[in-house]
């Protein structure tokens, strides 16, 4: 790992933020071309600090195996299940790409990472049932869903999760669904890995503790990237012919720096959010699924509740929530000015509108911050019904920016997906967004690199990334042999069957 770097220098990629989206970028550009000469800046003194770290992220890796909101039901009561296939397709990508860097010996020891954990939704009215219902037999006709169960037998559920059953008014009615071949994911280990193979090329560089300062065009066609050592107070310009942003909340700023006009119009809302995190290991070990339940009316998609089973550092911990809120900061070690500095001539219409038709969501996340430990019992109670506030204590999670963006019939609108921005000719980019995230990490460098970026021709990249990614532009739901093999190779190398 550098120390210093030259005052002025040119290389082919900056990437900027050492997350896991810059980490994926820089080891599929590795794949594709290896002489590219690659340089990566963080301001922290670690990577996976912010977005990535296990505890700022849900780390499930999401499939719409339980997550209720990406399967919303229409005005005629069906469930749509378009936006669930995309999820679970978009991850399969990333299965099929950490297959093939453990089964190529370029990362090793999956399990430090990914784990297998069971996915269920549980939900307790009549209507609800209704929707569940519902919803498996939307999803279960298609393969991607072809292993989830589905069950009202209390008996069935308090088998799949009797941490959850215990105590609860058995006269209710309840649902559940559940998928065995479930994944926690930790993005923090995964993206120290993913480093860890890409700085073992000489042409790959990672520089802690360096803040982009800038980023203009310069008269040689090339990125400037200004950057500031935060050890030294150094200065340096780096030269490149592609620069990612991939700065989690700290993307949008840096974006608006580079003045590029696909850009223009581009605003972010920061959500911040907290967990209760069980201290009792007789508790922790009741439970071992990820049980997502329905939203609240007004509560963002990154605040769907649920009870949590995960692995970080090898130790198993039990999480609920996440408990939104909001704070003008966007990252977590950010600036409370973040949000006011980004305000900008060709932001500030889409931003008022958009401030102007979520007021019921402001609502919400005052509401959420106001909460009391008391408060918060009460909602843990609905999943845990013996929940003990002496068993769990309140800890942060990351920052999420939400994307607002102009719209040309309501002036702006506020988004929860996530989103890359470029130019035209490919040479800068940008992610912004939050979810679904790292989870679809590769698919969305993928859908980049497909497109064209300056220093990978789209000929090259998607030769080079069918060879690595087998579903590489084909619709695993329609291709059966295909989905079983890649299925059957997930689970034996990432250890996961």
């Keep these: 790992m550098s120390i210093e770097i030259a005052p002025r220098e040119r290389v082919d990629v900056v990437l900027i933020g050492a997350g896991v989206m810059s980490a994926t970028l820089g080891t599929l550009l590795r794949q594709v071309d290896p002489s590219l000469s690659i340089v990566c800046f963080e301001s922290l003194d670690r990577v996976a600090?912010?977005?990535?770290?296990?505890?700022?992220?849900?780390?499930?890796?999401?499939?719409?195996?339980?997550?209720?909101?990406?399967?919303?039901?229409k005005s005629d009561g069906s469930v749509s299940i378009s936006k669930a296939i995309q999820i679970n397709q978009?991850?399969?990508?990333?299965?099929?790409?950490?297959?093939?860097?453990?089964?190529?010996?370029?990362?090793?020891?999956?399990?430090?990472?990914?784990?297998?954990?069971?996915?269920l939704s549980f939900v307790t009215t009549d209507k609800s049932v209704s929707f569940l219902r519902k919803r498996y037999e939307a999803l279960s006709k298609n393969l991607l869903f072809r292993e989830m169960e589905y069950t009202e037998d209390k008996a069935k559920i308090a088998e799949w999760i009797p941490l959850m059953m215990d105590g609860r008014d058995m006269s209710r009615s309840m649902a559940a669904t559940r998928v065995d071949h479930g994944t926690d994911v930790d993005f923090g280990a995964l993206t120290r890995k993913l480093f860890a193979y890409l700085l073992k090329g000489k042409q790959s560089r990672l520089f802690l503790r360096h803040r982009v300062t800038s980023i203009g065009r310069g008269k040689d066609c090339r990125w400037h990237v200004h950057v500031k050592n935060l050890q030294t107070g150094r200065a340096a310009t780096v030269c490149a012919r592609f620069v990612f942003i991939g700065a989690g909340g700290g993307a949008l700023p840096l974006?608006?720096?580079?003045?590029?006009?696909?850009?223009?119009?581009?605003?972010?809302?920061?959500?911040?959010?907290q967990w209760l995190r069980c201290v009792n290991p007789e508790v922790i070990e009741q439970h071992s699924a990820k049980v997502y339940g329905k939203a609240s009316v007004g509560a963002p998609p990154?605040?769907?509740?649920?009870?949590?089973?995960?692995?970080?550092?090898?130790?198993?911990?039990?999480l609920f929530g996440p408990y939104a809120g909001f704070t003008t900061k966007f990252l977590k070690h950010g600036s409370y000015l973040d949000m006011i500095k980004s305000v900008r001539p060709g932001n500030l219409y889409p931003m008022i509108k958009a401030g102007l038709d979520n007021v019921d969501l402001t609502k919400y996340l005052v509401k959420e911050v106001m909460q009391s430990p008391q408060d918060r019992l009460k909602s843990l109670r609905k999943f845990v019904p013996n929940a003990r506030l002496e068993d769990w204590e309140l800890a942060i999670a990351g920052q999420r920016v939400q994307i607002i963006?102009?719209?040309?019939?309501?002036?702006?609108?506020?988004?929860?997906?996530?989103?890359?921005?470029?130019?035209?000719?490919?040479?800068i980019a940008a992610l912004l967004g939050a979810s679904p995230g790292a989870s679809t990490a590769v698919s969305i460098m993928l859908g980049m690199l497909q497109k064209g970026i300056t220093v990978i021709k789209p000929e090259l990249a998607k030769t080079r990334l069918a060879e690595l990614i087998p579903s590489f532009g084909k619709k695993l739901d329609q291709e059966p042999a295909l989905l079983d093999q890649i299925t059957a190779q997930a689970r034996t190398a990432l250890r996961i069957g």
């Excluded at 990333?94 to 990472?113: A, D, M, N, R």
């Excluded at 696909?262 to 605003?267: A, K, Q, R, T």
């Excluded at 989103?419 to 035209?424: A, F, H, L, P």
Aim: hydrophobic share 30%.
């Design 302 to 318: 990154m605040s769907v509740p649920h009870l949590d089973m995960r692995m970080t550092g090898g130790k198993k911990e039990l």
């Design 90 to 119: 978009q991850f399969q990508e990333s299965l099929q790409f950490w297959t093939y860097l453990v089964e190529q010996g370029k990362i090793t020891c999956p399990h430090e990472f990914i784990t297998k954990v069971p996915h």
């Design 255 to 273: 974006l608006q720096e580079a003045g590029i006009d696909e850009g223009s119009g581009y605003g972010g809302f920061p959500v911040s959010g």
């Design 49 to 73: 600090a912010e977005s990535s770290d296990a505890w700022n992220n849900a780390g499930t890796g999401h499939s719409a195996f339980c997550e209720l909101n990406y399967t919303p039901q």
């Design 405 to 427: 963006k102009s719209h040309a019939e309501k002036g702006g609108v506020l988004e929860f997906g996530t989103e890359v921005i470029r130019d035209n000719e490919g040479s």
